[in-house]
């Protein structure tokens, strides 16, 4: 998760050298904030799913507001209790992007 917001904090790619620079920069970011060396952090803690869809194209936003609508269409088919539980973590998710946002240089 934590690769996905530091990729997001980029500008649009307009090159596949400069999205390479942009993964390289946000693996180190990770590595600082989990304090380990970014070769351990995209090993272990980066999922290459991440990074394919960065140098694919695809942002945060784009994903999340896919797998929103897939959810959303899927919700009658829970049970209530999973249905709780997955208004809780819309409801962290949402809380921990406006943080992300408010902690942003220039904001």
């Not at 945060?60 to 609508?69: A, S, Y």
């Amino acid at each position: 998760m934590l690769a996905a917001q530091a990729l997001q904090e980029f500008e649009s790619i307009d090159s596949e050298a400069q999205a390479k620079k942009n993964i390289v920069h946000a693996i180190e970011q990770v590595a600082q904030r989990l304090g380990n060396t970014p070769s351990v952090c995209r090993k272990c803690y980066v999922h290459p799913e991440i990074l394919k869809a960065y140098l694919e194209g695809a942002t945060l936003h784009t994903v999340k507001t896919e797998v929103e609508r897939e959810m959303s269409e899927s919700l009658a088919d829970l049970g209530p209790e999973e249905a709780a539980v997955m208004a809780l973590l819309q409801q962290r998710l949402r809380r921990d992007e406006e943080t992300q946002k408010a902690k942003r240089p220039g904001r």
